[in-house]
């Protein structure tokens, strides 16, 4: 079989392991096309499975998931630089989340005649930009353009380690139409993978002074918002606060950090001003923002060490907060080298200190328990809320059900305990992102249930029309949750944080999204159930009969819960 440099493209990505592309075409895919019909026979190389989808955002939220789920990083292509401003926001989700994806995008053909390829449509020179990249360049950690049929190897191995190495990420990658239908007359050879080192070690100095100052301490504690990407982390957390009398906190935590009912976890509030007054100690693990000074931070005599992959986040502009001891290692390298330095403390350790922070633990997960129970024995005709949606489901769900939330999810009511089953909008905030990624998730592991719970604003940033499609096109039930209140909290949540005495009404602060739609109806016009709940007493109803749906009819299942 005739090859081009499209058919070597994408046989090298499938040999780096990537075995579906998630693709949102247009006038520079025709030589991919050719590729994947001249390949039809099985004679030729082996090629990912491409993914249809009906828009740039969902292409990229479904790689996110994808990777999230199978720790393999995913390839995306799309359309040009319309294709690329689109995805833009799904780039830098991945990038903030540091998510390995090779994000590319064809390029307007660079000859205008005499070549196939060429261009042949007057849409050819409107598309084409002096620096497509530069869109995404921003967080992107590399971008090029492939140049030559007898790079297409050496270029996706590139692309991939880039994008592998720690701290992972997103890159990018142009692909000119005619370089794409440049004919290929050998049978690429075997390429050597570039080998990416799997971990970041840490100093080994700097473990021992940590291990000594921790030794020391009355009520440290461990803070962690995202060490739970790393799902060999969650484990070793628990294990190293449990052994050593150590307390552990996941404020806005965008991954399962530690099981929900750990007996060292405290239930802090979303600013840690009660972790603050407490410990005299504080390692802030994969913490990109461990502290607002608008509303607390620790103590001055408070040892403060801040640990990652990259502690000083250098590619936030701007990032202030104090710190007696930065490590830089991956949170299972950290914790692995912390636990045999603390067996050597051992004996050291305050016997009384793990009673102390077991105590305190108890009571502030005793608030979450009073809350669950409240949320049960209310007045049924009481409104619903964003905890009444978290509680019911929490009772519902099985252990290895996998949850993506977009803002209104409770973490503490949801009962995650295993790693892998939770996961936040990244810390990028490009919403629409749940939906999609939940999508992506399921395509990783087909036989999991998962649940996406969107606020309606979420919702509607997803594209659900392009999601549902999805869904149905490719035997991806997912179950949505909406917690529809017509309103952008977020939107309020700020405007009342920079004026608190202000007197914006709903309207006045570009929040209202009244009339709502139908919801449901965007789920069954792909052939999926809906169903709308206005009343608490049939909240726990519908959504039992949304997870029988998905898991025995194996359809999409979506529940608008107008709420509070």
């Not at 999230?68 to 991945?94: D, E, K």
């Not at 191995?157 to 720690?166: F, G, I, K, Q, Y």
Request: charged residues 20%; negative net charge.
């Amino acid at each position: 079989m005739s090859q081009t440099a499209a058919t070597r493209y994408l046989s090298a990505l499938a040999e780096w392991g990537v075995d579906s592309i998630f693709v949102n075409a247009g006038t520079d895919f025709a030589p991919i096309v050719e590729a994947y019909a001249a390949n039809r026979s099985g004679d030729g190389p082996t090629l990912p499975t491409p993914v249809l989808c009906a828009h740039e955002n969902l292409a990229g939220g479904m790689a996110h998931g994808a990777a999230l789920i199978s720790g393999r990083p995913q390839a995306v292509m799309l359309h040009v630089n319309v294709g690329t401003a689109n995805v833009a926001c799904a780039v830098a989700n991945a990038a903030r989340d540091r998510i390995p994806l090779l994000f590319t995008a064809g390029r307007s053909p660079i000859l205008e005649s005499g070549a196939v390829g060429a261009r042949d449509l007057p849409i050819h020179w409107s598309q084409e930009m002096f620096d497509q990249a530069g869109l995404v360049r921003e967080f992107v950690k590399w971008d090029y353009e492939l140049r030559d049929a007898r790079q297409a190897e050496a270029v996706v191995d590139r692309a991939l380690s880039v994008a592998t190495a720690h701290p992972q990420g997103p890159v990018y990658l142009s692909l000119p139409r005619e370089v794409l239908a440049e004919p290929v007359d050998e049978t690429a050879g075997k390429h050597s993978h570039t080998p990416v080192p799997a971990t970041v070690q840490p100093d080994p100095d700097a473990i021992e002074m940590l291990a000594d100052r921790l030794a020391a301490a009355q009520f440290p504690v461990i803070v962690s918002t995202a060490s739970g990407a790393e799902p060999a982390s969650v484990g070793l957390l628990g294990d190293c606060c449990t052994r050593f009398g150590m307390g552990i906190a996941d404020p806005y935590t965008r991954y399962l950090t530690i099981a929900s009912d750990h007996p060292h976890r405290i239930v802090s509030d979303p600013v840690g001003a009660a972790i603050f007054a407490q410990a005299d100690l504080i390692v802030f693990l994969e913490c990109d923002v461990p502290w607002m000074e608008a509303h607390a931070s620790p103590r001055a005599e408070t040892f403060v060490a801040q640990v990652g992959i990259d502690p000083l986040f250098s590619t936030y502009p701007m990032r202030t907060h104090r710190s007696d001891l930065n490590i830089s290692a991956t949170p299972a390298a950290f914790l692995t080298g912390l636990i045999a330095a603390l067996e050597k403390r051992a004996g050291s350790i305050d016997p009384e200190r793990a009673a102390r922070i077991r105590a305190v633990a108890a009571a502030s997960q005793a608030n979450v328990e009073a809350l669950r129970h409240h949320e049960a024995s209310v007045d049924p005709d009481a409104p619903i809320t964003k905890a009444t949606i978290s509680a019911v489901l929490g009772e519902l769900l099985d252990e290895d059900d996998i949850v993506f939330n977009e803002y209104v999810g409770s973490y503490d009511l949801l009962n995650r305990k295993q790693a892998g089953t939770y996961f936040y909008l990244p810390v990028s905030g490009g919403l629409g992102w749940g939906l999609p990624a939940a999508l992506g998730a399921k395509y990783a592991a087909p036989t999991r249930t998962v649940i996406a719970t969107l606020g309606d604003g979420a919702y509607m940033f997803a594209n659900p029309a392009a999601c549902h499609h999805a869904s149905a096109k490719h035997g991806l039930p997912v179950l949505t949750i909406l917690a529809n209140n017509c309103n952008w909290w977020a939107v309020d949540l700020a405007t009342q944080l920079v004026y608190p005495d202000g007197r914006a009404n709903a309207e006045d602060r570009f929040s209202n999204l009244s009339p709502s739609p139908d919801f449901a109806a965007y789920c069954t016009a792909s052939g999926g159930h809906g169903a709308t709940v206005h009343n608490r007493s049939e909240l726990k109803a519908a959504l039992q009969e949304a997870l029988r749906v998905v898991r025995d009819e194996r359809r999409q299942a979506l529940v608008d819960v107008r709420c509070a």
